[in-house]
């Protein structure tokens, strides 16, 4: 009897590319008025096979701005979102996010992308890659949605996260939602510099918990993140900004909040902002 390998029949296809006079992906504008959804932006009009999931990459062209990025397929005018208030909150030129979203999309399926910016006017460039994973394909998704809790849109902004006044010892946990509107199959989480444009060179370990405050239970622990500012360049980095999918559990109804400890005490630069995705099952 054959052995077959659990990922025989992977493939992958990309889009949003621009290959032709550029190596880049898709220029989505923002609206003219800051913290607003601008107009949907076509990324590929019609997907090739079904995705078990995809890869996101989105990065900016400028400075001081963060970004919230909306994911939808269906035709023009009848957009069904499929991952929203994507965080983009890097807070330089340049920056990119790229982020795991095992969420299916059908054969034949028109992508789309719109943008809001905490700027007017704004541009993000996005693209990616779906991908099919053969026999493997139910181990992993394909999942309904990715959902958003912690988007600030008003603001274009997450939930700040407080490492506290004493260095390399956990801060008091910061609630993302305070109850689930899915049962979650797994956990995405994008973070943001807290639009500090010059954070100090430091390290953070960040815990995502489940349960009401006071009695909050560890899911998933320690995730790392580091940021910097490179003063030569002018510019604030923020590594590691996109984590997961963290597979685990999360009926719906339940409370999320995260906290974080860093090797900075500094009143501004052990704030990190926050927004946690849930994948619908």
Known sequence: ???WPLHDGARYEGFGKVTSGASNGTVVNASASANTKGAWTE???STGFAYAGFQLFANTDTNNEDFLIDIAIGAAASEKIVADNIFSGTYRAHAAVMLQIPVG?????RISARVQSNVGSATCVISGIGYAVGFASPLIGPHSRMISMGAATASTTGVDVNA???ANTKGAWSELVASTSADFASLVVSMGSNKNGVPAIALFLFDIGVGAAGSEK???PNFCITTRYVAFETVSTIFQSAQGPFPCSVPAGSRLAMRSQSTTNDATDRILDAVL???AA
């Not at 999309?105 to 399926?109: D, F, L, V």
């Open 43 to 45: 990324l590929i009009a």
């Open 218 to 220: 560890v899911i998933v």
């Open 105 to 109: 999309i059908p054969a034949g399926s």
């Open 164 to 166: 506290g006044a004493t």
């Open 1 to 3: 009897m054959s052995n």
């Open 277 to 279: 995705y849930g994948i």
